[in-house]
């Protein structure tokens, strides 16, 4: 009993969930019916499914947060659904992904992330027209990638590009796959119902234990409990109670432990750490984590502190070489949510987190491994060496350890430079030791994790591996070995001016060539041991260290003689590589400032660069330093500019001359702010296609410690007047003709070449180099040489060079009604008491429908009661029996005359449509005598629908497929519609009149013309799911909204363009629920509500004609469940208090108004930029004979607002004119005033070059003779 209370370390490890800013926020995922986990991790990224369909992936840098664009860069590679994703455990940037379209395909991401979209892959593997269900890596062998596809189990040599094994044996469906540690045997789950441990390496079948698991077939998951003869699967019993059983493989038929937990349609995801035992199981759909806590004996799972938040997507575990250790991170989970990325932190408690806690962190399954694909078939069974997690024994300290190899051609050269060198060292040496394990580790290439997770020394080609120019000998080797191990060490504690100030001494000491490729990094790994045995060729000089506060030195010019080993001393023979400005935190806490165009890999921080205001584009001193300071630049050597992420700026001979005054100058990487970035995605994205301009930005629009920049607030105040957020396809006015002196500043002399005040060197301004409208004016000044002047100033050129493209599209639209608030009407305003309400109305009909009169409720029980309330007197109906129109048969659906407040119409079961009349006051006692009936089918009917603009125009559908139109004049048939194969959801008119959209059970949306042809005009694919629909037009007819189910049974809501109904524009998936969404659309605000029955929240969504098409709004969440909505015409809102919609909620027990609104300062006026005039569609625009006739109508509009009420417009567009107060006896005041107003005029005009000349003197006019003729 004593093992029970054995206390364990990670017992109470803490689930510490980080704040919104620092999650990958505004992501698009939807639900997948995989058996994947849909999210992968390595040390260096993170990669998940995007958008609805999840054919895309996307990638981020592991450390990334904030909000993400719509345009991000992407992974399209696939024409189906990504079923699974991972990443290779030797190779952080080699990711595989398998999908639906049977296609498994390798892909190499950049050191740097994403910085374009890929879709052309290093490696395809095909299925043969089988989908891809699983995949994944060796845990051992390098290079080694196995799937599953149906009962198939399929190896790759990723190196060789070939399948190396294949097997059929499996029955049904593989759900799942997971290797033993060691790599020797793999289990798998199948939809059979059993498991099975695999070895692919056995003669004779490779399924070599089977034993029956959970006795659902719906979905099971399995993970191999490390090193230990243990498996533990997740799945569902008989009774769809979630399981998890362990099982010995020792004894493999009987499970050692199961674990009923709850019942529920999500899977169990489990994520087993082997160091620690922490197993953490993630439900699809749950809002819940649990972690518990893995034993040898009884109980074998102990249960940890359970994590509660948003709804789980997705989930995988970080890399161990990714923890941050010295905060006691034991482990970290990435959750996938359908619009976020949350890493969540898994925390031992401490007293102190100063010191490395080596209890919590057993040794762990290193990064590198010197077993290939090839061997491990042949049967060569090799661990993966351990690493320590411990700072003090890994070079970075610290920092995650990432491993980046090239792509798939670099990979393959490092696999044979490996298997040769093992051939070498086997023939030539004894058995490697554990010291030369480490040394064979130089076909990686081990980067420092900095800010932006990036690599800082420019290499080409990082998967390479070079040999040096100059061999030296043994000696050599030695001396240069003692020599690096000293800088290494003294480089590590220097302070950035002492790394500067030895630096040029630390390149003329090395005898070597500077090589790229990825020996450099892979030798700064084995610097430190001495120990190494010498080759044919010295060991690679290593790069500089990076600073403590991310300073870089920049890469020295090959052609500059530095490190010839000429002994001279001159600091200026050589590029001295200069430190960044010292930040004030060192990567601790990354703020923004706004909204994230685009995934940016730089975190570099200072306090500069967060509250610096870039300069205005444009402006006077925008365009007067770059004529000042920009004259001499000469570009680096090897210099990439990349305009959103980094930029270099280059520093001129004369503010920055080097020692010996013939050096090059030094580059100075910076990252750009929020509204830098933001200004030159807006400047360049219409001339980013074939043009060279624009690339980069001059050095004084972006110099943080200018001696000459304005202050804060200018600058902030100049930038916001030049602000081009949006700017529409508009003429450019004509532009003034101006003197050359008021737009560009002259050249002082120091800056003129040649005595020519006019003439610039030609390599004084690279235009390449200078954004746009800078750029534009500098190329135009050169070409024009002397004499001719600009035809435009520098704002007019900034506003000429704007994009065309809203800002909308990147930064998310702002729109009016984004704040819409939801108030419930007062208590006195209820009808109160309901009883008896019908729960058994079909899905078709929406259960309740109210005009402004009355409301009428569904009754439970036999007959078909329907109970009419009117809502001109509210409170408490009195107990006993409530009076209603009793119909006979069974409801199917009702709906209340759009133009006659008094006249129901009630389809029932037998197909009969009956018209009940109301008279004023309402009902007094049950009824069962309509005012007249219609016999419209032979069988049940789905819904009815009356015109929106035509009287006694009524719809209707039925079982038997049809839908027909009726004169209910005369009860007669005028057309019917034919065209669909299933059961029809839902029927919308335009709003014109004139046509008819319907959702249809096959999946199919149609548009119809009713009264031109019976078969549909045009036609598309709907909601794939067959719970319900329903449609209706939006935005002027233009678009179709459609909500629906997908094929998971997830709650969603789809745009259509209604002349192309292919594929929706967008989609946008809400949650798991049974209740169809019912919508309902205000044309004049187009906003959209949606909600179902049973629901408490009503989902409020912004229609647009641009990307995304759907816009979320400020959801309205009521107090409790409801049954029903409804809402009333625009002639019944009350726009003095700036209600834009108004509804009627029916709940369990009561019916309550719903008012909603928008909040504004100026509510004692009309808003008439929230109430357009509006269409009259309260009464008959025209008869039944006309719209049959063909006779259309375009209905009326008429202003909402009320007499005496002035409009908003009016009072902006005429500001009153305030008088100025007389204060005769303050003279001495206005005075002093006034003096101080003259001296800041001199002092500004003394700092400003003006002239006192006018345009007109220096125009040639009209000789002095003519005037005396």
Known sequence: MAWRFKASKYKNAAPIVPKAEACVREISVGSYQTYGNNIA??????????EHSGSSVAVLPLDDCGRKSKTMPLLHGHTDTVTDLKFSPFHDGLLATASQDCLVKIWHIPEKGLEQSLSDPEAVFSHKQRRVETIGFHPTADGLLYSTAAGCVALFDVAAQKEIFSNNEHPEVIQSASWREDGTVLATSCKDKCVRIFDPRAAGSPIQMLAESHQSITDSRVVWLGNQTRILTTGFDAARLRQVIIRDIRNFNVPVKTLELDCSTGILMPLFDADTNMLFLA???????????ITDKDPYLIEGLRHTGEQTKGACLVPKRALKVMEAEVNRVLQLTSNMVIPIMYQVPRKTYRDFHADLYPETAGYRTDLVASEWLNGTNQAVPKMSLDPAKREHGDEPIVIHRGNLSDFIKNLENQKAKGKSQNQNQKPATTSTERNDNKHFMML???NNGEEKNGNENPGSEKRLAHPKTQADECSLNQNEL????????????EKDHHQQADEKESPTEHSTGSSEEASSSAALDTNSPSGSH???????????????????????????GSGNDSAGECNTPRPRPRTTAAAAYKPRLGPKPFSSNTGDVSFDKVFAVPVAPGSHENISNVGQENCSDVPAPGAKPDLIVEIEIQKSHEREPNVAGNGNGNGVQKSLTTSERRKIFEQNSESSGNSTEGEDRTDAD???????????????????????????????????????????????????????????PASGIDSKRISVPEGKLMEEHRQRGNGAGLKKSATEAAFSAASTKRTSTVFGKVSKFRHLKGTPGHKSTHIENLRNLSRQIPGECNGFHANHERVAVPLSGPGGKIAIFELSRPGRLPDGVIPSLVNGSNIMDFQWDPFDAQRLAVACDDGIV?????????????????QGELTAHLDKIYFIRFHPLAADVLLTASYDMTIKLWDLRTMTEKCALTGHTDQIFDFAWSPCGKLGASVCKDGKIRVYNPRQSETPVREGNGPVGTRGARITWALEGHYIVCTGFDKVSERQISVYNAQKLTAPLNTASLDVSPSILIPYYDEDSSTLFVTGKGDSTIYCYEITDEEPYICPLSHHRCSSLHQGLSFLTKNHCDVASVEFSKAYRLTNTTIEPLSFTVPRIKSELFQDDLFPPTRITWSATLSAEDWFACNDKI??????????????SSKQQVPALAKKPDHSNFGSKSEYESNKQQEIQKSVSARMEYTTKLEQDEMEGVDENEWQE
């Open 448 to 450: 420092r994790k900095c």
């Open 486 to 497: 000293i800088r290494k060490f003294e480089a590590k504690y220097k302070t950035d001016s």
């Open 914 to 930: 009956k018209l009940w009349r109301i008279e004023e006051g309402g009902l007094s006692e049950p009824t069962n005598t309509p």
């Open 538 to 564: 010295s060991p690679p000089k290593p790069m500089p260290r990076t600073s403590r506060n991310n300073s870089l030195p920049e890469a020295v010019n090959p052609q500059s003689g530095c490190g010839s």
């Open 702 to 760: 972006l110099r943080r410690f200018s001696a000459v920049r304005s202050s804060i607030a200018e600058r902030r105040r100049v930038y916001e007047s030049r602000s081009k957020s949006q700017v529409d396809d508009k003429a450019q006015s004509p532009v003034p003709l101006r003197r050359e002196s008021s737009k560009v500043e002259p050249l002082k002399p120091s800056q003129q070449l040649g005595g020519n005040s006019n003439v610039m």
């Open 1195 to 1208: 209905a009326a509009k008429v202003s909402l607002k009320p007499e005496g009420m002035d409009t908003l």
């Open 283 to 293: 439900g699809k759909g749950d809002t819940t984590i649990n972690y518990l806590e």
């Open 41 to 50: 991790a390595s040390a260096a990224f993170m990669a998940f499914n995007w």
